[in-house]
Each structure stands twice: as structure tokens, then as C-alpha cells.
């Protein structure tokens, strides 16, 4: 504990949760011991540290780059900036990126990187300076490249982070044509994608609007179904949580509950989570917004406050077996990473739970990094050639069914039948879609695998048979 708050440190053994579940998942597959230690094991841990200069002197930073498999090239995973960040939680990071891509069909393995700093520390120009040297580092390593191992943001990182590794590795690699392909998460003026910043947490709200709409399983968990109306508290404010809280609402949720760093704040009529941001940004605090009805100065206790889903979207380890007996959500959908401890888990499940498991519900960042790759490898906008051609054969066909029946369409009705796709539709729509495809698919399992018991059980059954597919085609070599 520190702060007052649930942090994780060097004693949390992340990396031994993730393979004490993928163990337990394992018993359900039918692959040979040798296969699942292949598929388990981290198979690049690239450890380094490197100096910048502070002040007068000079300051040392430890930094990680894992690659957990390389059954799909290239590797995929964000860079966490954070003071805690440790190999420990590296590896787990990156090992959960490997299930989380086979979970939603994404052609990538699974990697992770840590920078040792906490930013608030740093001007900018440091930042810049750190950020760089560690991508010069990878680069002298082979540990970056398009078709090698591609950084996305995680906690502490984003966009502009993204840019200085893009120029960076661009300038390192002179001529190199998918260049730009070797980073995701750009801003799209650097040829990043429409829809990227905002993914992951569309991703968790579309999860959990699936979730809801199951009428049997809302029934076991006492749950009306639909997402109107679910009373949600969501835990972090940034890239991941602000999102979900914001399309949460968009879906018919209301916010109750909202908890950062220095405290959570309570209404069970609902927050303007957009105000709530903007309150926070003028006073450096979620405390003090008018909105609320109720404060607490131990964030932790707003987790267990009264509603029906629980978002952490903060950090790992926030779920413990110290506070999950006490939270009162029927459902938890994991925004962050490793937010519940297996512990935890038992004991939520015990009580009637559900957990949508987190290689799932925040799947929706590295599948439009996908697309945002592959919009760098081609070198056009997703939308660009054929967005005309579609409005002009809509066109043809509304004006011939107006023809044909008489009826003639307002010019509202008409323009949206005959509008093209943008980029933001295009990646919204496939991200809606690989969200949904895949949890039926982890339902699927869940229900009909004879003592499958959670849903990240049922998540892991399925990566591992997928992972396991690539590897027996692969063959090994020699
Ligand atoms: P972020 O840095 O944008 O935001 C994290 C927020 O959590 C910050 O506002 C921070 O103040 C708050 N926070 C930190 N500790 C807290 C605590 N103990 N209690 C309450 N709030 C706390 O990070 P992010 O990108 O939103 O990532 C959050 C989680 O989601 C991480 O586990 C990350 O690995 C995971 N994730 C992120 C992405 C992505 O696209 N950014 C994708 C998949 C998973």
C-alpha cells in the first residue's frame, strides 16, 4: 500500500498469475507439456538500462522490452512509463498481449515494454530524450520494426510518446518504406487512424453491452437485461477509463461511481463524466466536483460502493483478496490489465459474479493498432479509393427505387443511404464486430466446455488451441 491506495509492486508476481490461469485453462486443452511451456514461456526478456542527462548530471534508467511468443510476426505490445514498472510485470503484460490477440484474431505475438520513470518527473525535453534513447536501444537490439516488434501506448504513454519513436526509428532506418508501420498509436497526423486514442475504451463499453444483452445469463446474475440504465463505477480516468465511461454513457449507463489516484467521488444519479474530467484537469483533483454526492479520500472504497458493473481501468491488482468479498457489482470488466487476483476471482465468483476477462474487454487497442499497421503497410486511408464509387452506386439505386415505386426519400433519409464509409466508421464498425464475434466465441466455450467456470478460463481455453495451431504449423526449427 501506498498513497492509500492498491499499487503494484515488486512482490506481486503478476507473471505467476497469469501462468497460475493459464495452467488451470491448460486442463481443458489436449497439447502436449512441451507445447504448453512453449506457449506459457517468454521467450525474448530484454533487460537494459541507459543514461539521460538531468541537470547538471546524469541520471540512469532501467527499461524492458519482452516479446512473450513469436508464433505470429511481428509482436505487439505498449510501453508502460511508470516508477513501478518491473520485469515481473513486463512479462506478464506482454504474455497477456499474446492471448489477448489470438482472442480477438489479431496476427500478432505477444510483447510488452517498461520505462522505470515516473513522467510527472520529467520536462519534456527529458521525456523526449528518454523516449528516444530507448527506441535507439531496441533498434540496436533487433527489438523494433513492422515486421519485428511494434510499441503501441500503454499506462503513462500515448500519442505524443508514439511520435517520438516513430521519427526516431524512422530517422535510424533511412529509405525504409513501412517505416511508420514499426509504432502504433500515432497521431493521425503522422498517420496514425481515426478511432485509435478512443479504441480500447470503446472496446470495454462494446463488451459490456454484449455481455448485458445475454438474457440468460443476467437472469442467474439477478441483472435486468440491456445497458440501459446499469448503474457503473469506473476506476481510472485516463485513455482506457474515460472512454469506456463516456461510450457507456453514449449506450444508456449511468455513472455512479468514479475513482483516481487521490480519491473517488459518488452519485447514484449519475456523473457528467465529461465535467468530471474537466474538473479534474482545472484542479488536479476528481475531489471537489459538485456533481457528487458522496467523497472518499481512500479511492479504494469507492470500488465498493453500491452498483452493477465495476470497470477497473487503472492497474493491476486493484481486486483483491482483501476488498472483493466487499464489492458490491454483480459484474467486473476488466479495463486494465490483471486488475483481479485469481483470489479475487474465486471469491467473486463464489459470491455470483462475473468477470469479463481483461485479454478480452481491452482487446479493442491492439485491434485497431491492427488496422492502424495495415493502413501503414498499404499507405492509404482506409475508406480513400473506394468511398465514391459506393456513394455513386447508392445513388443509382436510390434514385431507381424513387423511380421505380414513386415514393420519393427526404433528403435526410436519402444522404444517409448513399454516404460512404469513412476511416472512423470503417474502424469502428470492424472494431464493434471483432468485439462481438469474440464473446460469443468465449461464451461459447464457457457454456458448453464441461466445468469451464469463468469466462477467462474459457478465453485462455481458446488462445492457447489457437497459439497451439500456429506453432504445430510452424514446426520447429531445426
Ligand atoms: P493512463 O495512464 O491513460 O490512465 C490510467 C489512469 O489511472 C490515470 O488517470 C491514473 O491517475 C489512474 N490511476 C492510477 N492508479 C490508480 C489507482 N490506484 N486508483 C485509481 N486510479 C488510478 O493509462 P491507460 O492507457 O488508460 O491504461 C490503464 C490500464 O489499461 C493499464 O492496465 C493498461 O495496461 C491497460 N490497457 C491500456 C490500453 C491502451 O490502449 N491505452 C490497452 C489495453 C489495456
Same mark, same amino acid.
Given at each position: 500500500?501506498?498513497?492509500?491506495?492498491?499499487?503494484?509492486?515488486?512482490?506481486?508476481?503478476?507473471?505467476?498469475?497469469?501462468?497460475?490461469?493459464?495452467?488451470?485453462?491448460?486442463?481443458?486443452?489436449?497439447?502436449?507439456?512441451?507445447?504448453?511451456?512453449?506457449?506459457?514461456?517468454?521467450?525474448?526478456?530484454?533487460?537494459?538500462?541507459?543514461?539521460?542527462?538531468?541537470?547538471?548530471?546524469?541520471?540512469?534508467?532501467?527499461?524492458?522490452?519482452?516479446?512473450?511468443?513469436?508464433?505470429?510476426?511481428?509482436?505487439?505490445?505498449?510501453?508502460?512509463?511508470?516508477?513501478?514498472?518491473?520485469?515481473?510485470?513486463?512479462?506478464?503484460?506482454?504474455?497477456?498481449?499474446?492471448?489477448?490477440?489470438?482472442?480477438?484474431?489479431?496476427?500478432?505475438?505477444?510483447?510488452?515494454?517498461?520505462?522505470?520513470?515516473?513522467?510527472?518527473?520529467?520536462?519534456?525535453?527529458?521525456?523526449?530524450?528518454?523516449?528516444?534513447?530507448?527506441?535507439?536501444?531496441?533498434?540496436?537490439?533487433?527489438?523494433?520494426?513492422?515486421?519485428?516488434?511494434?510499441?503501441?501506448?500503454?499506462?503513462?504513454?500515448?500519442?505524443?510518446?508514439?511520435?517520438? !519513436?516513430?521519427?526516431?526509428? +524512422?530517422?535510424? @532506418?533511412?529509405?525504409?518504406? $513501412?517505416?511508420? =508501420?514499426?509504432?502504433?498509436? /500515432?497521431? *493521425?497526423?503522422?498517420?496514425?487512424?481515426?478511432?485509435?486514442?478512443?479504441?480500447?475504451?470503446?472496446?470495454?463499453?462494446?463488451?459490456?453491452?454484449?455481455?448485458?444483452?445475454?438474457?440468460?445469463?443476467?437472469?442467474?446474475?439477478?441483472?435486468?437485461?440491456?445497458?440501459?440504465?446499469?448503474?457503473?463505477?469506473?476506476?481510472?480516468?485516463?485513455?482506457?477509463?474515460?472512454?469506456?465511461?463516456?461510450?457507456?454513457?453514449?449506450?444508456?449507463?449511468?455513472?455512479?461511481?468514479?475513482?483516481?489516484?487521490?480519491?473517488?467521488?459518488?452519485?447514484?444519479?449519475?456523473?457528467?463524466?465529461?465535467?468530471?474530467?474537466?474538473?479534474?484537469?482545472?484542479?488536479?483533483?476528481?475531489?471537489?466536483?459538485?456533481?457528487?454526492?458522496?467523497?472518499?479520500?481512500?479511492?479504494?472504497?469507492?470500488?465498493?460502493?453500491?452498483?452493477? !458493473?465495476?470497470?477497473?481501468? +487503472?492497474?493491476? @491488482?486493484?481486486?483483491?483478496? $482483501?476488498?472483493? =468479498?466487499?464489492?458490491?457489482? /454483480?459484474? *467486473?470488466?476488466?479495463?486494465?490489465?490483471?486488475?483481479?487476483?485469481?483470489?479475487?476471482?474465486?471469491?467473486?465468483?463464489?459470491?455470483?459474479?462475473?468477470?469479463?476477462?481483461?485479454?478480452?474487454?481491452?482487446?479493442?487497442?491492439?485491434?485497431?493498432?491492427?488496422?492502424?499497421?495495415?493502413?501503414?503497410?498499404?499507405?492509404?486511408?482506409?475508406?480513400?479509393?473506394?468511398?465514391?464509387?459506393?456513394?455513386?452506386?447508392?445513388?443509382?439505386?436510390?434514385?431507381?427505387?424513387?423511380?421505380?415505386?414513386?415514393?420519393?426519400?427526404?433528403?435526410?433519409?436519402?444522404?444517409?443511404?448513399?454516404?460512404?464509409?469513412?476511416?472512423?466508421?470503417?474502424?469502428?464498425?470492424?472494431?464493434?464486430?471483432?468485439?462481438?464475434?469474440?464473446?460469443?466465441?468465449?461464451?461459447?466455450?464457457?457454456?458448453?466446455?464441461?466445468?469451464?467456470?469463468?469466462?477467462?478460463? +474459457?478465453?485462455?481455453?481458446?488462445?492457447?488451441?489457437?497459439?497451439?495451431?500456429?506453432?504445430?504449423?510452424?514446426?520447429?526449427?531445426?
Amino acid at each position: 500500500m501506498a498513497n492509500n491506495i492498491l499499487i503494484a509492486d515488486e512482490d506481486t508476481h503478476f507473471f505467476g498469475d497469469v501462468c497460475k490461469n493459464f495452467d488451470y485453462a491448460a486442463q481443458f486443452t489436449k497439447h502436449d507439456a512441451g507445447l504448453l511451456d512453449q506457449i506459457k514461456s517468454c521467450n525474448s526478456v530484454y533487460r537494459f538500462r541507459f543514461p539521460i542527462r538531468k541537470g547538471n548530471g546524469f541520471e540512469v534508467i532501467d527499461a524492458w522490452r519482452v516479446e512473450h511468443s513469436h508464433h505470429q510476426s511481428p509482436t505487439k505490445g505498449g510501453i508502460r512509463y511508470s516508477e513501478m514498472v518491473n520485469e515481473d510485470e513486463v512479462m506478464a503484460l506482454a504474455a497477456l498481449m499474446t492471448y489477448k490477440c489470438a482472442i480477438v484474431n489479431v496476427p500478432f505475438g505477444g510483447a510488452k515494454g517498461g520505462i522505470k520513470i515516473n513522467p510527472k518527473n520529467y520536462t519534456v525535453t527529458e521525456l523526449e530524450n528518454i523516449t528516444r534513447r530507448y527506441t535507439v536501444e531496441l533498434i540496436k537490439k533487433n527489438f523494433i520494426g513492422p515486421s519485428i516488434d511494434v510499441p503501441a501506448p500503454d499506462y503513462g504513454s500515448g500519442e505524443r510518446e508514439m511520435s517520438w !519513436i516513430a521519427d526516431t526509428y +524512422a530517422t535510424m @532506418n533511412p529509405g525504409q518504406l $513501412d517505416a511508420l =508501420g514499426a509504432v502504433t498509436g /500515432k497521431p *493521425i497526423a503522422l498517420h496514425g487512424i481515426a478511432g485509435r486514442r478512443e479504441a480500447t475504451g470503446r472496446g470495454v463499453a462494446i463488451a459490456i453491452r454484449e455481455c448485458v444483452d445475454v438474457a440468460e445469463d443476467m437472469q442467474k446474475l439477478g441483472l435486468t437485461t440491456g445497458i440501459n440504465g446499469k448503474r457503473v463505477i469506473v476506476q481510472g480516468l485516463g485513455n482506457v477509463g474515460f472512454y469506456t465511461a463516456k461510450f457507456l454513457t453514449e449506450f444508456g449507463a449511468t455513472i455512479v461511481g468514479l475513482c483516481e489516484f487521490e480519491g473517488a467521488i459518488y452519485n447514484e444519479d449519475g456523473l457528467d463524466v465529461d465535467a468530471v474530467f474537466q474538473h479534474r484537469k482545472a484542479t488536479g483533483s476528481i475531489l471537489g466536483y459538485a456533481g457528487a454526492k458522496q467523497e472518499f479520500k481512500i479511492s479504494a472504497e469507492g470500488l465498493e460502493q453500491p452498483c452493477d !458493473i465495476l470497470v477497473p481501468a +487503472a492497474l493491476e @491488482n486493484q481486486i483483491t483478496g $482483501d476488498n472483493a =468479498g466487499r464489492i458490491q457489482a /454483480k459484474i *467486473i470488466a476488466e479495463g486494465a490489465n490483471g486488475p483481479t487476483t485469481p483470489e479475487a476471482e474465486a471469491i467473486f465468483y463464489a459470491k455470483g459474479g462475473l468477470i469479463i476477462p481483461d485479454m478480452y474487454a481491452n482487446a479493442g487497442g491492439v485491434t485497431v493498432s491492427y488496422f492502424e499497421w495495415l493502413k501503414n503497410l498499404s499507405h492509404v486511408a482506409f475508406g480513400r479509393i473506394n468511398r465514391r464509387f459506393e456513394e455513386n452506386t447508392n445513388l443509382n439505386l436510390v434514385n431507381m427505387v424513387e423511380g421505380i415505386t414513386g415514393v420519393a426519400l427526404t433528403p435526410l433519409q436519402r444522404s444517409s443511404i448513399i454516404k460512404g464509409a469513412s476511416e472512423l466508421e470503417l474502424v469502428n464498425s470492424g472494431l464493434e464486430d471483432t468485439m462481438i464475434r469474440s464473446y460469443h466465441e468465449i461464451r461459447e466455450t464457457f457454456k458448453n466446455v464441461d466445468k469451464i467456470d469463468t469466462l477467462r478460463t +474459457a478465453a485462455f481455453v481458446g488462445a492457447i488451441n489457437k497459439i497451439a495451431v500456429s506453432y504445430q504449423n510452424l514446426g520447429v526449427w531445426p
